[in-house]
């Protein structure tokens, strides 16, 4: 791998097609860009997604990443692979990434499939996109943090609630450690496929709470069928866990519960011990 | 012509760092130009080295260098000739006084500018006689304590033109000082048009963005948006930035959010990067500060075809705004008048279209070639006239004139013993 770095500006258009134009230093001809996933996924087959680059203006190279072509869930990082005997990889650092087209997305809700993509600068100032595909998907909206418990309306994909319909709050690792709440009656002048729910904190934090815990928040539509992981993916934040922020409130004594969002996006219910005198 | 620049740091991050880069890259498109920076503590610049201008350095603050200064006696020295009252006198030292002395007695442009109080006094003491010396104030007179504002009155008088950014400010410089002969004029600061096409006014968000500190009131946008929230619980802010280090109001922006239940309605989003991109994502721009020394924000939203709801402080919005026409003032402190700015702007989609087309059009103005061509102009006509009328009386005047002639031995030696006289006051 040489030191090049190549800088790449990012839009995003409504049907969710991604278009990279690639600044000086300009590439080699016949380069492309090349998007590896993230870990050991990278390496396997279809780990790797080769855009070709095509030369729109003079020193300037195109690449385009259409909505329908096939992105596996997760991140991505992107470099500029220069052909050859042997192949170098320059690195690619995020410019400007207008991404105005994702903000407050609403798909139909009768697609089978959910799919978001979101061009974002790492923490060492690299590309990458973030990748999610969920079939079906359970989309979290507005979080009511009450003094008792959270509410939650969202907005259901690529199924529908039936009877039965419930959520669940499972602690990872622990799998008795399960709480269910009923979605309540939906909002009749509410979108297709709203939900709502209310998720008391006392239960959960009934059990032993030794350290943090994230409980993570599954819609299962019918009795019996597969959950469905609760999230927030349609705009243009690929991590909300510093900026969707919910304030806190007791659960049980020496128990703080706080509705919070992982750096995936995922919703969850965070439990945390605190000192009795607070 | 040549000019050159002395700024305190071209490699960290700052609104003085990015202005003096778009002017220096518009006005290499015509001339000779140079940044000399004092300090150079990494090898890139953060905000990347403006194209066709030369950059370099006085002191290097880079630990890995082989030419590493930090560690010199006379660095450990407090500076004698950067003037205390300049908030980063600590950083300054005998060795900066040196060699930003060093610099200046042989510089060789026809233009030299400095950049910050403390600098532009360096260039009043120190820079040899010919270069037309120009003092840039990125700040305002009333926002430097009384230390600095008797240091400048002082040594300012030695400088050939002083620019403010606002009118305002250049009206205190002319009435609270006086600095006879020192041209003063207001040249407000560049924003080069967003490499991504103007906002629609559609997207149900309000953008703010500017560090997270006490003097930019964020707290009385917050409250603001409670009652916008109550009306239209439909539209949502964004607040762009980081902390800095003067103190928590992140943590209590945080706490007032939770206090006022709008956390599914305000959203603290970090800082972002270049900031062009997050403003179209938006219909309205807010900037609520108690104090201005310009509305760089106001300007960058304008551009991005934002109309902005700003309060009318000192110095800047009133000069970049007209109210009821590209944007609204309101006044300063009010929250109930942000919010009813607000409201006006999100009940009326005509009125919000038609403000943000004209903030567009009205932004234009600062576009960096425009702004250039004052700066251009003004160092072209102090050029051209020399030094007259100024405080360095008729030797001064007779020096300039013989600048870019051939000397003839009485002027060199007049020269000469000038620069003794100051490089002996100077060390």
């Not at chain 1, 997760?74 to 005997?85: C, F, K, L, M, T």
């Not at chain 2, 140079?34 to 610049?45: A, G, K, L, N, Q």
């Amino acid at each position: 791998m040489n030191s090049t770095v190549v800088r790449a500006d990012c839009a995003a258009d409504r049907a969710g097609t991604l278009t990279f134009d690639l600044t000086a230093p300009a590439p080699v001809p016949d380069s492309v860009l090349l998007l590896r996933r993230r870990g050991a996924a990278g390496r396997k087959p279809g780990g790797t997604l080769r855009i070709p680059l095509s030369r729109p203006a003079p020193g300037r190279l195109r690449g385009v990443l259409p909505a329908s072509t096939e992105l596996a869930e997760g991140r991505w990082d992107a470099y500029v692979e220069e052909p050859g005997d042997e192949p170098a990889e320059a690195v690619v650092e995020p410019g400007l990434r207008d991404l105005r087209a994702l903000v407050d997305r609403c798909p139909d809700t009768g697609t089978a499939s959910v799919s978001a993509r979101v061009p974002y600068p790492t923490l060492d100032g690299r590309l990458a996109v973030r990748s999610w595909v969920r079939a079906p998907h359970a989309e979290a909206g507005a979080v009511l943090a009450g003094p008792a418990g959270m509410t939650v309306r969202g907005v259901l994909y690529g199924v529908e609630a039936g009877e039965g319909a419930v959520v669940e709050a499972r602690l990872p690792g622990e799998p008795d450690r399960v709480h269910r709440v009923p979605l309540t009656a939906p909002d009749p002048d509410g979108p297709a496929g709203s939900f709502t729910f209310t998720l008391p904190y006392a239960p959960p934090a009934a059990g032993p709470v030794p350290e943090a815990q994230r409980w993570q928040l599954w819609l299962v539509p019918a009795t019996g069928a597969a959950g469905v992981r609760i999230s927030r993916i349609l705009d243009d934040v690929w991590s909300r866990d510093k900026s969707f922020v919910y304030p806190g409130h007791p659960a049980a004594p020496g128990v703080r519960a706080t509705p919070c969002y992982t750096t995936d996006n995922d919703l969850c219910l965070r439990l945390e011990p605190v000192p009795a005198d607070r | 012509m040549h000019i050159s620049f002395l700024l305190h740091n071209a490699y960290g991050i700052g609104g003085t760092i990015r202005t003096t880069f778009t002017l220096a890259r518009t006005l290499a498109e015509q001339h000779d130009v140079e940044i000399v920076s004092v300090f150079r503590h990494r090898d890139v610049p953060v905000l990347g080295a403006p194209e066709g201008v030369t950059l370099r350095h006085l002191v290097d603050l880079r630990k890995k260098s082989a030419t590493y200064d930090g560690e010199r006696a006379e660095h450990a020295r407090p500076a004698t000739v950067f003037p205390r009252g300049d908030s980063r006198h600590k950083q300054y030292s005998r060795l900066t006084d040196a060699r930003i002395a060093a610099h200046l007695q042989g510089i060789e442009a026809d233009v030299v500018v400095g950049t910050r109080p403390g600098l532009n006094v360096h260039l009043s003491r120190q820079t040899r006689r010919g270069p037309v010396r120009v003092g840039q104030e990125h700040l305002t007179l009333d926002s430097h304590g009384y230390r600095l504002r008797r240091e400048i009155a002082h040594r300012y008088t030695l400088l050939d033109a002083l620019t403010t950014v606002t009118r305002a400010d250049a009206d205190d410089y002319r009435s609270r000082l006086k600095l006879p002969g020192v041209r003063i004029e207001a040249i407000p600061n560049a924003v080069p048009e967003p490499a991504c096409p103007p906002a629609d006014g559609d997207l149900k968000w309000v953008v703010a963005a500017g560090r997270l500190h006490r003097v930019k009131r964020y707290d009385l946008l917050v409250r603001a948006f409670a009652q916008v929230s109550a009306a239209r619980p439909d539209w949502r802010l964004r607040i762009y930035g980081g902390g800095d280090a003067t103190g928590n109001e992140q943590a209590a922006l945080r706490s007032l959010v939770d206090e006022l239940g709008l956390h599914n309605h305000v959203f603290l989003m970090g800082s972002a990067n270049p900031m062009e991109a997050e403003w179209p994502k938006g219909s309205i721009a807010a900037v609520t500060s108690e104090r201005e020394s310009f509305g760089m924000t106001i300007v960058e939203a304008m551009r991005g075809g934002l109309p902005v709801v700003a309060t009318d402080c000192p110095h800047g919005p009133a000069e970049i705004i007209e109210d009821g026409v590209d944007g609204r003032l309101v006044p300063v402190g009010d929250p109930d008048a942000i919010a009813a700015a607000l409201l006006q702007l999100i009940e009326d989609d005509g009125l919000r279209h038609r403000m943000g087309g004209a903030a567009l059009k009205a932004s234009a103005r600062f576009d960096p070639a425009r702004i250039a061509e004052q700066h251009e102009s003004l160092f072209t006509e102090l050029v051209a006239r020399g030094s007259q009328g100024h405080g360095h009386g008729a030797l001064r005047t007779a020096l300039h004139r013989t600048r870019g002639s051939v000397l003839d031995g009485a002027y060199a030696l007049r020269y000469k013993a000038a620069d003794v006289l100051r490089k002996g006051r100077s060390s």
